[in-house]
């Protein structure tokens, strides 16, 4: 049986959230590899809307859901989004959901440390969503973290917790803050161990059981391709790799577990945070796009910077990430435009590319090469197959799929599951 891996294809925001759920009604595992509870994702089930950070979105449906070890996971946060779903009327249990006990752990003073140095650094500034992700990532890498199983042994934890507070008291000291209360984070970590603790798995075996029993497995993917820390637009990055690949590491399945590919694109381009974005919009179409995408991000509520669809980006995304096809989603906002431009390649002064360069200040100097397009007056909204279409926007997307060299394997019309045109079963392989 064929495995899906879902990924986003620009800087995240894509509407993964509905695809993910729709693909989740038919898996029998969801699992996340990688990010943190920075991923916002919306879902609309019946009607009711959920927005997820951190858990996996086959959660609402009652899907087996894994948090798997690339993912970086804070307990407070995780304890919120399960009560805040089950007053809503959705069962979080050890049934339906597992952790790797291999996770390293956010903790407070990573949420600190983001702050104080996204504060420090003006225009600099990443424009991170302030949970905290990054520092806790370079703990992991930096072999100081504290981890899930580490909280059924909190009594040992004293020789780890030293190399961890006196790399940290350094940091602090530098920014002027007073040292980590170690005291409360022992007795913090004490209250929230067992809630925590009662999901961890060695979620490897239950992966790698479920792919030897032919289960359908689902790996999420949060953030998007150009937010990469390796393909993306570096230092404006987030601290994870989000490409496809990283499905395997970030739940310990080999690298033939992802499956299909599916890449999530939307119509045009958005951004949140700070970073080169070439065919970013400061007018008023950009501003109309913003109003009828709701470009608001779901996690800090900040304005979604929008603009043209890049078909540069989205190339290199879909090369990179080995993606099989897209998902297009969106297409209704550009409803009712009487132009609508693709990019298709960069002036980088006198020189033309056609990818985009790797230093942060040629990515931020590359003016855009637009083709020009006719667009559509009709409503494309709701639309469930192509004959619900206008012509001008088919054209839109089998020009799309030719400049991104991927075929478009869904469209997505509205935010709700059933508006959707299937060209090709994921599933199906
Ligand atoms: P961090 O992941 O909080 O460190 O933020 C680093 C960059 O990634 C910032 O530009 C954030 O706005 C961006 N980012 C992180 N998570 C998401 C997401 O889920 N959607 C869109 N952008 C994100």
């Known amino acids: ?124 500034k990443i424009g991170t969503t302030r949970r905290g992700i990054g520092p806790a990532y370079e703990d992991k890498v930096g072999r100081r973290a504290i981890r899930v199983c580490d909280l059924a042994h909190l009594g040992d934890l004293g020789p780890q917790l030293d190399r961890l507070c006196a790399h940290h008291d350094a940091l602090r000291a530098g920014f002027g803050e007073q040292p980590i209360d170690r005291d409360r984070l022992e007795r913090e970590l004490g209250e929230i161990a067992d809630f925590v603790l009662q999901f961890a798995r060695p979620v490897w075996l239950t992966l790698n059981e479920a792919r030897q029993r032919g289960r359908r497995i689902l790996f999420e993917g949060a953030q998007g391709v150009l937010l990469d820390v390796d393909h993306g637009t570096y230092p404006f990055v987030t601290s994870s790799n989000t490409v496809a690949g990283t499905a395997a590491a970030g739940t310990g399945l080999g690298p033939s577990a992802a499956g299909f ?67 297009l989603t969106k297409l209704d906002v550009l409803d009712g435009f009487d132009e609508l431009r693709i990019c298709t390649g960069y002036w980088l002064g006198e020189q033309r590319l056609d990818h985009f360069p790797a230093h942060a200040a ?33 054209k839109y997307i089998r020009r799309v799929e030719e400049l991104i060299q991927c075929p478009v394997t869904l469209v997505s019309t509205s935010p709700q599951r059933e508006d959707t045109i299937l060209v090709r079963d994921p599933f199906a392989g």
């Open 1 to 124: 049986m064929a495995n899906v891996t879902v990924i986003g294809g620009q800087w995240g925001d894509e509407g993964k959230g509905k695809i993910v759920d729709w693909l989740a009604s038919r898996a029998d595992v969801v699992a996340r590899f990688q990010g943190g509870h920075n991923a916002g994702h919306t879902l609309v089930v019946d009607d009711r809307t959920y927005k997820l950070s951190l858990l996996p979105s086959g959660i609402v449906r009652g899907t087996l859901s894994v948090i798997g070890n690339g993912v970086v996971l804070d307990p407070w946060a995780l304890k919120k989004e399960v009560e805040t779903l089950t007053e809503q009327g959705v069962a979080v249990s050890p049934e339906t959901l597992q952790i790797a006990e291999t996770c390293p752990l956010i903790l407070p003073f990573h949420r600190d440390l983001d702050a104080l140095r996204e504060d420090a650094s003006g225009q600099g």
């Open 261 to 327: 590919v599916l890449g999530i694109v939307k119509a045009y381009t958005t951004r949140v945070g700070s970073g080169p974005f070439p065919t970013e919009l400061a007018d008023e179409t950009g501003q109309m796009l913003g109003e009828r995408g709701h470009e608001f991000g779901t996690v800090t509520g900040r304005k979604r910077r929008c603009g043209w669809f890049d078909s540069v980006l989205v190339r290199q995304s879909c090369a990179i990430s080995g993606v099989t096809g897209i998902a």
């Open 362 to 394: 040629d990515q931020a100097r590359v003016e855009p090469i637009y083709e020009v397009m006719a667009g559509w007056r009709e409503s494309t909204a709701g639309a469930r197959s192509w004959a619900d279409l206008p012509a001008q926007a088919i």
